[in-house]
């Protein structure tokens, strides 16, 4: 078991020495990280069954390692000394182990580290109201969440409340009272934590995830009657996040929820996280939509269809769609095209889009002449090698 222990050591050590987001540990293949979104095996022994198992032990509690006997799965979080946290997923197929870490970072970065919409700050000074951050798996949603709430307890003195599973990111009172509660250590469930946090004089509540009919009430209800809420869904837009939630319902309670979410809902943050053309970090591409009185009534009388035109329209409050800044990120070389169509909602537009931009330069580039061509070709760059 102790070699077991220092063989995980060294894992976590790699991880965090070589910048990577996730470790793999799967049998029959090598531990695998996740570097700047790429898989990348370590030059060690191929796992075995008993490997993932023993690895698996020296890490996870008892409490975890009952769950994963009962249900087959199991999520936790733990520090790693000073140097980082991990969220762990450990889940069983084909009879044997296999765990997956994802590193969590220290530090909270900034809104213009993650190059947040700047009207995200204002919208955290509000008093009420939901704010959803979307995307899915693995796009940041939680280093999004973070941030915002490290804003508010840098400069607002509020009661910060967090139900999460597991926590990920430990916030230290700052302005603010912050309380972190996790789902199967602190309380039993999301709804049980809901349940009780309005009698808990809170300001502000972020809730891991909305995931069921339970959790979105508790919710939009905690907006309503005077809190400022954070959430997140696992949607790729801001119109598909408003359908996901009303469709949960019942059919005899939408048009209910439709009025509430237009009343409390205060924006939605969608985001894809892309590497970056050098291959070295990444970046995030936001859709963002802030609630106006006309995207209200649009969620009002169910014409989310027409969310996009909207969004379009109020680029002066910050508002943009996914492929717009998809193609932003392309058009200044700091993604490849074959990264912005995998991401784009409208591909086959962005693919004109690149098309029509790559044939233009490469005429201007020709007329002026063999060394200019050059120049501009080599400018360029990773436009180009997609």
Known sequence: MATVTVNMDRLLQACVAQDASDIHLVTNRPPVLRIHGRLRSLETKVLEPDDTTALMKSITPDRNQQELQEEGGTDFGFAYGDAARFRVSIFRQKGNISLVLRLIPTKIMSFEEIGLPK?????????????????PTGSGKTTTLACMVNYINENFDRHIIT??????????HKKSIINQREVGIDVPSFGEALRRILRMDPDVILVGELRDLETIEAAVRAAETGHLVFSTVHTTSAAGTITRIIDVFPVNQQEQIRIQ????LIAVLSQALCPLATGKGRIAAYEFMVVTPAIANLIRENKTYRIDSSIQT????????LDEHLWKLFDTGKITL???LDKGRQPGDLQDKATAKIKAIKGRAKAKGKKAA???LEDLGPILRA
Do not use: D, W
């Open 338 to 340: 074959e990264e912005m």
């Open 163 to 172: 139900v999460e599973e597991p926590i990920e990111y430990y916030h230290s």
């Open 374 to 376: 050059k120049k501009e």
């Open 314 to 321: 109020g680029k002066k409050l910050g508002m943009q769609l």
């Open 261 to 264: 979410l237009s009343s409390n």
């Open 119 to 135: 009207i995200c700050a204002a919208l955290c000074r509000r008093p009420r109201g939901l704010f959803l951050v979307t995307g």
